[in-house]
T-cell receptor, first 108, second 117 residues
Framework: QKEVEQDPGPLSVPEGAIVSLNCTYS??????FMWYRQYSRKGPELLMY????GNKEDGRFTAQVDKSSKYISLFIRDSQPSDSATYLCAMSDNDMRFGAGTRLTVKP | DGGITQSPKYLFRKEGQNVTLSCEQNLNHDAMYWYRQDPGQGLRLIYYSQIVNDFQKGDIAEGYSVSREKKESFPLTVTSAQKNPTAFYLCASSIRSVGVGQGNEQFFGPGTRLTVL
């Protein structure tokens, strides 16, 4: 079993939809949780950074962490074609671990 | 502008050759990292460095070597011993290394795509 599991998709939604991206993990020591956006042939860009359980909102993006279920989510409201990218979850305590990424396409 | 630069963007290697990928940061970050990204797989850590003149092996260090002579620079050499080097290579940095509390989020460069001919 991988330490971090992320559905690779692909996920295709119409413009304006609410997108839900998720990761599960097995290491209960993880305390820091991140979401990265990666456009094709580019480096990942940090979107959200959260510590422990709870929600964090930044514009159209909301990151949610449920440590009891070992489950994190990223919600994108009013999705735009420019949101089309691969989204990577990451988490750390002493080591950083990344999910494989979910490819998202937002169709106009 | 502060950031991380990687060069070259594309690199081609013949069998049996060593090649070196450049990574420079002007963020004054202590820690630097090299990852390899293959389709359908998460980022895999090759090497990391928490401080100048010190570096540690990651999960897939075999066939790779690094140096950290300056805080700003962390070059990666892909040696001929790496049997399957074709991949997208990403360099990252963070204020401190993981496990030291806040400030361990990593910031990435644009990547180098290495292809073996």
């Amino acid at each position: 079993q991988k330490e971090v599991e992320q559905d690779p998709g692909p996920l295709s939604v119409p413009e304006g939809a609410i997108v839900s991206l998720n990761c599960t993990y097995s290491n209960s020591a993880f305390q820091y949780f991140m979401w990265y956006r990666q456009y094709s042939r580019k480096g990942p860009e940090l979107l959200m950074y959260t510590y422990s359980s709870g929600n964090k909102e930044d514009g159209r993006f909301t990151a949610q962490v449920d440590k009891s279920s070992k489950y994190i989510s990223l919600f994108i409201r009013d999705s735009q074609p420019s949101d089309s990218a691969t989204y990577l979850c990451a988490m750390s305590d002493n080591d950083m671990r990344f999910g494989a990424g979910t490819r998202l396409t937002v169709k106009p | 502008d502060g950031g991380i630069t990687q060069s070259p963007k594309y690199l081609f290697r013949k069998e049996g050759q060593n090649v070196t990928l450049s990574c420079e940061q002007n963020l004054n970050h202590d820690a630097m990292y090299w990852y390899r990204q293959d389709p359908g797989q998460g980022l895999r850590l090759i090497y990391y460095s928490q401080i100048v003149n010190d570096f540690q092996k990651g999960d897939i260090a075999e066939g790779y070597s690094v140096s950290r002579e300056k805080k700003e620079s962390f070059p990666l050499t892909v040696t001929s011993a790496q049997k399957n080097p074709t991949a997208f290579y990403l360099c990252a940095s963070s204020i401190r290394s993981v496990g030291v509390g806040q400030g361990n989020e990593q910031f990435f460069g644009p990547g180098t795509r290495l292809t073996v001919l």
